[in-house]
């Protein structure tokens, strides 16, 4: 079955600054990827997704994510980001579109002023 | 478009007690999958409905936890009874066609 780890439990980082948050997974077969954005007290919000063709997806809020095949990756990245981009970024796995999605533990992005 | 809605959104019980979780999807949406998820984790499937059948309850704890979709629309997730370790956010989530699932703002238990 597959997995995700998302190798980051907290990214600080100022306001205007770029972020990467980093996100591996693991499977046998072909695989779509996906990130999610949970603000507090909120479900997940859908940032972008990879099903096929470009591996470099965008997304939105400005986010963009690169598929990597070789190293098996799937890294979030935003060249400037904003105090309202605080909060819990999850990555996750569907293999074959089998409607089984696994999420990584997340990442949580604190933007400081 | 009206987006998946839970009810109650946060609810406080004593162990033992038994609790209940309602979710509408978005209407339209085939399939319907609860999550559970703990402090600091990600969301953890507990169970998906293809309109009424549950084709996927391996990860749902039978001897407490049970699910139902009448119809193939709204779903109830029930408890009975609750223990302190099933305090979680649980998320209802939809979806048509597969791969984008579309959530809900989730309910927040809290077992005392």
């Known amino acids: 079955a597959q997995s995700v780890t998302q190798l980051d439990s907290q990214v600080p980082v100022f306001e205007e600054a770029p972020v990467e948050l980093r996100c591996n997974y693991s499977?046998?077969?072909?695989?779509?990827l996906f990130w999610y954005v949970q603000y507090p007290n909120q479900g997940l919000q859908l940032l972008l997704k990879y099903l096929s063709g470009s591996t470099l997806v965008k997304g939105i809020n400005g986010f963009e994510a690169e598929f990597n095949k070789s190293q098996t990756s799937f890294h979030l990245r935003k060249p400037s980001v904003h105090i309202s981009d605080t909060a819990e970024y999850f990555c996750?796995?569907?293999?074959?579109?089998?409607?089984?999605?696994?999420f990584g533990a997340g990442t949580r992005l604190t933007v400081k002023p | 478009e009206a987006g998946v809605v839970q009810s109650p959104r946060y609810k406080i019980i004593e162990k033992k007690q038994p609790v209940a979780f309602w979710c509408n999807p978005i209407?339209?949406?085939?399939?319907l999958y609860w999550y559970r998820q703990n402090l600091g984790q990600g969301p953890e499937l507990l169970i998906r409905?293809?309109?009424?059948?549950?084709?996927?309850d391996s990860q749902l704890p039978k001897d407490r936890f049970s699910a139902e979709r009448l119809k193939g629309v709204d779903s109830t997730l029930k408890i009975q009874p609750a223990e302190l370790g099933d305090s979680a956010v649980y998320l209802c989530?939809?979806?048509?066609?597969?791969?984008?699932?579309?959530f809900g703002p989730g309910t927040r238990l809290t077992v005392l």
């Open positions: 209407s339209g949406h085939n399939t």
């Open positions: 499977s046998s077969v072909s695989v779509y």
């Open positions: 409905y293809e309109n009424e059948e549950a084709v996927d």
């Open positions: 989530a939809s979806s048509f066609g597969g791969y984008e699932q579309f």
């Open positions: 996750a796995v569907s293999e074959n579109n089998n409607n089984d999605m696994r």
